[in-house]
């Protein structure tokens, strides 16, 4: 069954026992960030903070986070077993992203409870924290969804991009020209417009998820199809952009593409573990009105991960990435494809074949840094046979060392290719988004299938390998397993 809203997963989590209420005054410059670091890479329930310094008295007070923190959470708010297992949820979530569920529009909604304007807009009200300690401010936008919508189609799209609070009405961000809201913002600035923008702040998580995937259709569709529900929407207050009707806060403004409208942004604990993004000038959210709900919640959550230190979308992006790339290889006429995964960092994706043709594996690399996943992910690409398990290291490692001769063409590199601007080993002046529009990288494939260039050898028994070494032959199998108990083992 979908959950309503943010309200329905928080009572669903407390009914079992899966929420902390934290009542103790916590602070918002670093404390809530520091417990949240401390609980995620513990895998440890989601958290409620009621209890805030400066914020005990304001229209929002309290502050909700690690929704998604765990693989069993998850699963819970997609609507199926806690014990799906990560292999089990990439094809689930194939099959979703390709089955979209269109949104419905409603007159009305919780959303629209409070509408403020002017004078009374002043973001600091919300209990934003200063999530980590050299974080350039406090960052608003972590889980929020940005609505956009194509100036051409009117086709909406909704992403996760970071924002940073540089004014009482003010929101700086990343805004990358390869992302969605990007090219819809390249399209207003060629029209001398302003874009207008929704930021979406607490809702169902699976908008979250949607929203935070390269997703192949709109995200309000996607949500949809990952619920079994179709989102309900209302018309925003300053322009026809659509929102979640029972969203806990909105905030509505523009981003003008004039230079001078740019506030300073930066640096952020990014998703690769470090600190993406100098303190610069970059574009700017102006808010003109915010609506919410009576008493919302505000809703937000770590970014980084880092070996031994992990944040709640690590849970899920693994496996909604590789979902994705699995989906795009099929579009693009890829055969073959028997398993993709992500792992922790998007960097890195492994996609396992059933080999048909020589030049299978570079057909795989050529597919995913082509199509909108690469804008951020599969900078490196391991392929390998069918008989490597993509789930499990040891194999993987197995089969590059004992598969992969870089002197037979197994390694590949494709320079001058857009990239992550977050990625700290693309030097600084590379990674500038406001000049560039993204970062810049040399991506690479290992490709560590069985060289075809081998040729089948007799005393492989016309085999390309020798046969593997430690196996057991079937007729012993049987043996032992008949004999086991007697063996006393």
């Known amino acids: 069954m979908a959950f309503a809203d943010l309200r329905d997963w928080i009572n669903d989590l407390d009914e079992r026992s899966d929420l902390t209420r934290i009542g103790a005054e916590v602070d918002w410059d670093e404390e809530i960030g520091a417990i949240t670091r401390e609980v995620s890479s513990q895998s440890g329930p989601a958290l409620l903070f009621d209890n805030i310094k400066d914020h005990r008295a304001g229209f929002c ?203 300073l942004e930066g640096p952020f604990s990014e998703y690769p573990g470090y600190y993406g993004g100098s303190k610069s000038a970059k574009h700017t959210i102006r808010v003109e009105c915010i609506s919410h709900r009576n008493d919302p919640i505000f809703h937000g959550c770590l970014t980084g991960a880092s070996p031994g230190r992990t944040n709640e979308g690590t849970t899920w992006t693994p496996a909604t990435f590789s979902a994705m790339a699995w989906h795009y290889l099929e579009q693009a006429g890829v055969p073959n494809i028997t398993g993709v995964w992500r792992g922790k960092w998007p960097e890195t994706m492994r996609v396992q074949i059933r080999k048909s043709h020589r030049g299978h594996a570079q057909q795989v690399a050529n597919a995913l840094w082509g199509c909108h996943l690469g804008n951020y992910a599969a900078k490196h690409v391991i392929v390998v046979d069918d008989d490597i398990d993509i789930h499990d290291w040891e194999a993987i490692e197995w089969a590059l060392c004992y598969r992969v001769n870089a002197g037979l063409g197994d390694v590949s590199f494709f320079a001058g290719t857009g990239g992550s601007m977050l990625d700290p080993s693309v030097p600084l002046e590379d990674r500038n988004s406001v000049k560039y529009g993204h970062g810049l990288w040399t991506r690479m494939l290992i490709d560590a299938t069985i060289n075809w260039q081998l040729q089948p050898q007799e005393q492989y028994g016309g085999n390309r390998y020798p046969a593997v070494g430690t196996a057991i032959s079937d007729e012993m199998a049987r043996k032992l397993k008949r004999r086991w108990q007697e063996y006393g083992l």
Not at 61 to 71: C, W
Not at 100 to 119: F, S, Y
């Open 61 to 263: 007070r309290r502050l909700f986070t690690n929704g998604t923190g765990t693989r069993e959470r998850v699963c819970r708010f997609i609507g199926v077993p806690e014990s799906t297992t990560y292999r089990e949820m990439v094809p689930l979530f194939k099959d979703r992203f390709s089955r979209p569920l269109k949104p419905v529009n409603v007159a009305k909604g919780p959303v629209q409870e409070n509408i403020l304007r002017g004078d009374d807009i002043d973001l600091y009200q919300f209990p934003v924290p200063k999530w980590n300690p050299l974080d350039g401010g406090r960052y608003i936008m972590t889980s929020a969804t940005v609505v956009t919508s194509d100036p051409d189609t009117g086709v909406l799209n909704g992403g996760t991009y970071r924002g940073m609070i540089t004014g009482r009405n003010t929101i700086g961000v990343l805004l990358a020209m390869t992302q969605g809201w990007g090219k819809h913002f390249s399209k207003y600035k060629n029209r001398g417009q302003e874009m207008p923008v929704a930021v979406v702040i607490g809702w169902d998580q699976t908008l979250f998820l949607a929203a935070s995937t390269p997703v192949h259709y709109p995200e309000y569709e996607m949500a949809g199809s990952l619920r079994g529900a179709p989102v309900e929407l209302v018309k925003c207050e300053l322009s026809e952009l659509l929102v979640p009707a029972s969203a806990e806060i909105v905030l509505e403004g523009f981003v003008s593409p004039d230079p001078k409208t740019h506030t």
